[in-house]
Structure formats: structure tokens, C-alpha cells
């Protein structure tokens, strides 16, 4: 992607600090990437969903990711997708089962046993989030074969998703967020 690309510089403006940062994996960065500001905005909506929506499987007839990076993604993917006349859902996996009524751990429209399922996620670095949500889904009978992220850290996350099966396909790299954030401050 060129720097004119809308998406990667809001990205690199809202979403991007460098620094000295403990990350979620316990791993020490100088790099946050935090993409909720950008998820959680409008522009960032419009600019997302359809770049995300190209991505998932043509097969696959729901989104999902772990909450809470991914609950807006899952939502706007839907959304774009229904606006282009296909007919994809959104889950939301829980980071725990829910402490009362079925205890789920999916939350929306669940599809049939067997059903391909597409997995969001904003950033990825060891990949254990993304894995925790192909687990879940996986153990309720849907089948898993992607995983899609806006920022891959390129820090194992590939690696640990390709063990467990499934490709790994983000629309920007570590290094070209940070990149685009020292040009957009020079």
C-alpha cells in the first residue's frame, strides 16, 4: 500500500504509538498498535469493512473474533456485507462462558453444524487471541480455515496459526504502520 492510502494513514495517525509498552502477551515493545480508535469511528468503519469483507472466504456464512478488539469489526463486516447483497452473520466469542442463563460462549445468529466460519481480528502477535476464538468456534462444530487481522506484528502470530491449521491474511504489517506514522511525522 502507498502512503496514499486512506485506511493505513488513519491507522498510523489514531491507532500507532511508539514507546516503551508491555503488550498482551506479556512481551515488551517499543510499538502499541491499538486499532479500536479507528475501529470504533466511522471513517474507520467505512474504510475497513470492505477491505476486510474482500478477505473472508467466499464460502464462509459468518464472521467472528474474540470480544472485545473484534466486536466492532464483526458488526461493520456484516453490515458491508448485507449491503452487497450477501448474506454473512457476525459472532462475538466471549473470553469466558457466560456466567449464567446457556453459559454460551458465542454470542449471534449461530449457523449450522459444519459451517464456515471467518475469523477478525484487529492485531496479531502471538496469534493466542485469534487461536482462543478458532478453539471456540471450532469446538462448537464450525469449521475454521481463516483468519483475518488488520495489523499483523509479525511476531509469531503466523507461525502459531499455521500449527493450528489455518492461514493467516492481514491487509498491513507492523512495519508499514510504523512506517507511514514516521512520514506522517517528519
Sequence with gaps: MTSADPLLQHLAQAA????SFTLASGRSSEHYVNCKPVTLSGQGALLLAPRLLALVEPEAVAVAGLTLGADPMVSWVAHAAALAGRNLDALIVRKEAKGH????????????QGALITVLEDV???????????EQLRAAGFRVQRVVA????EEGGLATL???GLELTSLY???EVAAAHDALNR
Design 101 to 112: 442463563g446457556t453459559g454460551a460462549w458465542l454470542e449471534g445468529p449461530l449457523p449450522a
Design 162 to 164: 499455521t500449527a493450528a
Design 16 to 19: 500507532y504509538r511508539r514507546g
Design 124 to 134: 496479531v502477535t502471538s496469534g493466542g487471541s485469534a487461536l482462543k476464538a478458532v
Design 150 to 153: 488488520i495489523v499483523d506484528r
Design 173 to 175: 504489517r507492523l512495519a
